[in-house]
T-cell receptor
Framework: GAGVSQSPRYKVAKRGQDVALRCDPI?????LFWYQQALGQGPEFLTY????????KSGLPSDRFFAERPEGSVSTLKIQRTQQEDSAVYLC?????????????FGPGTRLTVT | GESVGLHLPTLSVQEGDNSIINCAYS??????FIWYKQESGKGPQFIID?????DKRQGQRVTVLLNKTVKHLSLQIAATQPGDSAVYFC???????????FGSGTRLLVRP
């Protein structure tokens, strides 16, 4: 079946621009996660949704980062006034359920380059 | 696609040999551990997992060992193949949490 998909795969933004990154989780998956992966590093947790509820946004690095999942399926990560330090790969993952169902399936990521 | 792990520690093995990748985790309260494989331009791919009440789990060609005393996790790959070349990450899940905390990764290179 279809896995997690993300779009765009690559995004180049000028410093100060706003960007929106999309994630389509596996159909029926309740949990959705966003991670940020800097070059040469492991993914770092940004935020977590259970259905449409954002239960944890403790990993968002600043108030320029905003995520939503209004209908409990597709999610969008928005970054306002992008800065060079925002350059990274943004990974989305989904899981069948919340706590108790552990395996997270990852999408291919969106590589954001801020110039 | 983008390159993952340009500055990661590298393990180079001969095709057909066994590989052992090690990971030290940080949280003694973590109750679940996963190994992921990440190829360039792709997201992490699940390999094998283990819960904290176990010390060993085997899959197809892979074995994960957990030593809670020293907070150490290892991934053993039998008869390593060229397709195993990738960056490998361990991840832990702190107890009563849902987020994963990833280690810094190891690049595995398989020589033909």
């Amino acid at each position: 079946g279809a896995g997690v998909s993300q779009s765009p795969r690559y995004k180049v933004a000028k410093r100060g621009q706003d960007v929106a990154l999309r994630c389509d989780p596996i159909s029926g998956h309740v949990s959705l996660f966003w991670y940020q992966q800097a070059l040469g590093q492991g993914p770092e947790f940004l935020t977590y949704f259970q259905n449409e509820a954002q239960l944890d946004k403790s990993g968002l690095p600043s108030d320029r980062f905003f995520a939503e999942r209004p209908e409990g399926s597709v999610s969008t990560l928005k970054i306002q006034r992008t800065q060079q330090e925002d350059s990274a790969v943004y990974l989305c993952a989904s899981s069948l359920a919340g706590y108790g169902a552990y395996e997270q399936y990852f999408g291919p990521g969106t590589r954001l380059t801020v110039t | 696609g983008e390159s993952v792990g340009l500055h990661l520690p590298t393990l180079s093995v001969q095709e057909g040999d066994n590989s052992i990748i090690n990971c030290a985790y940080s949280n003694s309260a973590s109750d679940y551990f996963i190994w992921y494989k990440q190829e360039s331009g792709k997201g992490p791919q699940f390999i094998i997992d283990i819960r904290s009440n176990m010390d060993k789990r085997q899959g197809q060609r892979v074995t994960v060992l957990l030593n809670k005393t020293v907070k150490h996790l290892s991934l053993q790959i039998a008869a390593t193949q060229p397709g195993d070349s990738a960056v490998y990450f361990c991840a832990e899940r702190p107890d009563s949490s849902y987020k994963l905390i990833f280690g810094s990764g190891t690049r595995l290179l398989v020589r033909p």
